[in-house]
């Protein structure tokens, strides 16, 4: 049986000298991982902000987080960082629950840093 094919979108959203703010909306799963990973890529350089909105993922395996993490060694190598904004409960319990929280800087939608306990 052929798994339903899932879909992610990702655009810029935002763009003010080395910070960008690219937002995803779909499930970020094995069949769009790469997606993210390809869009990110074109941001990564020396000193670059990258926040990815992350607040229209509805679902996020563990091939989407190992995304997430190949984008945050990428732009940390060249001294830049990652931020998620705003991923919605689902998604950040599984950050938390991962440990990916004290990892990963994480902030809600006002700005303000997420502490999950």
Known sequence: MVAPRTQLSVRETG?????????????????????LRDAAARYVGPGARVTLDLSGVTFCDSTG???LVGIYKRLAAVDGSLLLRNP???????????GLN???TI???????????
């Open 15 to 35: 763009l003010d000298g080395t910070a960008v703010v690219l937002t995803a909306v779909g499930e970020l799963d094995i069949g769009t991982s790469e997606q």
């Open 65 to 67: 987080l190992a995304a």
């Open 88 to 98: 919605v409960p689902r998604v950040r319990n599984l950050l938390t629950v991962t």
């Open 102 to 104: 004290r990892v990963l």
């Open 107 to 117: 902030e809600d939608a006002g700005g303000e840093a997420v502490t999950d306990s």
